[in-house]
């Protein structure tokens, strides 16, 4: 094969493995996202998928309240258009 033939071969992989890295690092910001949102939403009632909010006391004494009024009471904006809010 000729020099330049595999000089291109070459920079052809290396493209598409970084194609692949880009790929997996989007995807990782994603699970990223989610893990940030997630962070501290450990108290969820198995009954009713209530949240206990711990944000402002302490942890046990805050009040219950729906998933979707936890969650846009402490995503950023950035988040919210992360997951695709407004
Ligand atoms: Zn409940």
Known sequence: MPKIDRAI????????????????????????????????????????????????VEPGKGPWIRMDEYINKRTSADEKSVLGGS
């Not at 990223?32 to 939403?41: N, R, T």
């Not at 450990?42 to 944000?55: A, H, S, V």
Request: glycine content about 4%; aromatic content about 2%.
């Open 9 to 56: 071969t070459i920079a052809m992989a290396l493209h598409q493995n970084l194609m692949e890295v880009r790929r997996l690092n989007t995807n990782l910001q994603k699970a990223l996202d989610e893990i940030k949102i997630l962070k501290g939403v450990l108290p969820i009632c198995c009954y009713c998928g209530e949240i206990r909010d711990n944000t402002e």
